[in-house]
């Protein structure tokens, strides 16, 4: 994968992507679901923030020489 080609940066991020998404579903059946609104926040901001967590943690692994197992 070349990670200098916009597929190869899709997939560098593809979990961070997928758990992005899964944030904004959360989001979404939360409010669905009339949760308070500090609570829809949270739950979106814990998420996104987990998912970003996880994307560094899997590029400096990446470059240290190591690979981690999926996250999805």
Do not use: C
């Amino acid at each position: 994968m070349d990670k200098r080609t916009f597929i190869g940066m899709v997939e560098a991020g593809e979990p961070l992507i997928q758990q992005a998404v899964d944030a904004v579903r959360e989001y979404h059946q939360a409010q669905g679901r009339g949760a308070p609104a500090e609570e829809v926040e949270r739950l979106l901001a814990e998420s996104l923030f987990q998912a970003v967590s996880d994307y560094q943690l899997r590029v400096v692994a990446r470059a240290r020489g190591k690979n981690l197992p999926p996250t999805h």
